[in-house]
């Protein structure tokens, strides 16, 4: 088995997938996802630096570095990067056509869509019915004041990001002024959820193969949860409901695997805040004994 895994730099996570792989005795290809190369040419074309040629005369060609993708037999995705509107519509479209070529992609690049714009996710899990704060998105700082004197305490988040990076809590109108100013003038867009005051403590359940694989508790001084914040993670059983939603969730979605994060209010009330669809697991397995990147690359072998 010839398995590529689609990342921007080296890592932990990276380090884990290729164990994971090569245990199962596969061949382990890398490649940046930023020199993707998509072509159609005749048979003697060589675009990619591809060590291997089409068969045919015209061919639709997609290669990263020295690696023919159309030879491997699935493709991990382990980031997609910002970018412009542009390079973002050019990977997708990427790994769309390697789905056409018959090559497993992890995950889907429709499901990765679905999850890579949080607005996106959030209006997709309450179309059916799946508890999430309150959340206005919008173009306009008008429109954004009124959801903040609405809302009245808010999250505003970056539609594209992860780890917790530029996300601010609002609560003060001046703040509020200043803040959405500045966004206008950058041209952002406004994704603006209620605050869930959580207590210090979340909730992420790993769902691999619509099975719940792991779960962990993060607890901070900060609202903010993230590992890579500095969170402390603990091992935890998931509720029966965070179960059931975070299966509903990646069906929802058409996840292979993901991350849902939970929080719960002081009222008891449990609200999905995220679906990731690229994940990280390194606090995760700090928590638990099986190892989390045997499931993903098991996902290949199904």
């Excluded at 930023?34 to 068969?55: C, F, H, I």
Aim: with cysteine; net charge neutral.
């Amino acid at each position: 088995m010839k398995i590529l895994i689609l990342r921007s730099r080296e890592g932990w996570q990276i380090d884990q997938l290729e164990t994971s792989i090569k245990r199962r005795g596969g061949l382990v290809y890398k490649g940046d996802i930023r020199d993707l190369v998509l072509a159609v040419g005749d048979k003697n074309s060589d675009y990619s630096n591809s060590s291997s040629t089409p068969t045919s005369d015209m061919k639709p060609l997609v290669g990263v570095g020295n690696v023919n993708i159309s030879d491997m037999d699935a493709v991990i995705v382990r980031v997609i990067p910002l970018g412009s509107l542009e390079q973002l519509m050019f990977r997708m479209n990427t790994l769309r056509r390697v789905v056409s070529m018959g090559v497993r992609v992890i995950n889907h690049p429709e499901a990765i869509e679905r999850t890579v714009d949080k607005a996106y996710t959030s209006h997709l899990l309450a179309d059916h019915g799946m508890p999430t704060p309150k959340t206005v998105v919008c173009e306009g700082y008008d429109d954004a004041m009124a959801a903040f004197n609405t809302l009245g305490d808010v999250v505003v988040k970056p539609l594209h990001g992860s780890c917790g990076q530029g996300i601010v809590r609002i609560c003060d109108p001046d703040t509020a002024y200043r803040v959405f100013r500045t966004m206008e003038m950058s041209r952002f867009v406004f994704y603006l959820q209620s605050f869930v005051d959580n207590g210090g403590e979340d909730t992420r359940v790993f769902v691999a193969g619509g099975k719940v694989i792991a779960a962990m508790k993060r607890i901070s001084n900060d609202w903010r949860n993230n590992f890579h914040r500095g969170s402390s993670v603990e091992t935890i059983e998931p509720t029966v409901s965070q179960r059931e939603m975070a299966i509903k969730a990646v069906t929802i979605l058409g996840l292979d695997y993901a991350g849902i994060d939970f929080l719960c209010d002081g009222n008891g009330t449990e609200y999905i805040i995220e679906v990731n669809g690229i994940p990280g697991w390194r606090g995760l397995q700090k928590t638990c004994e099986t190892t989390i990147s045997d499931h993903i690359v098991g996902l290949v072998y199904q």
